[in-house]
């Protein structure tokens, strides 16, 4: 299964717009900028996403585990906290903090925290931040610069 989702970018980094937009068409041109990213202008950013995914993720897993274990979750809610933060050769992101609340009948609190360290490390989202990113790099109008 593959999934896609694409950003547009126009101008220079604080003056400059974005839009992100997503195939199933959740995100249709959902703008993004320097504000909505490092100030609190109108708008989404990267680690919002990666935190909403995170989050969906962490719940889905949390769920399939404790299904594997015999308990059925009445509920899972997920917050995920995504840090930005500036480092010596640039920005980036140095953690993500889960907070669960679950309703779990029939199971209890030890039983529930091993279960949930399991889905922590197992979601396919967490891993994602160890990931091997590849990339394929293609400049336009290279003509114009000759």
Request: hydrophobic share 40%; aromatic share 6%.
């Amino acid at each position: 299964m593959k999934r896609q989702a694409s950003a547009q970018w126009q101008g220079g980094l604080k003056d400059g717009t974005g839009k992100i937009s997503s195939e199933s068409g959740v995100l249709n041109n959902a703008n993004y900028s320097f504000g909505t990213r490092f100030e609190n202008g109108k708008g989404t950013n990267p680690e919002e996403l990666i935190a909403a995914a995170h989050a969906g993720c962490f719940s889905m897993a949390l769920s399939m585990m404790l299904g594997q274990s015999g308990f059925t979750p009445k509920s899972i809610k997920t917050d995920a906290t995504v840090t930005l933060e500036q480092v010596p050769d640039g920005f980036s992101v140095t953690a993500v903090h889960l907070n669960v609340v679950a309703d779990v009948p029939g199971t209890n609190s030890i039983a529930f925290g091993e279960i949930a360290a399991q889905a922590k490390a197992g979601c396919p989202i967490s891993k994602l931040l160890k990931a091997t990113i590849t990339m394929d790099a293609k400049l336009e109008n290279q003509a114009a610069l000759a």
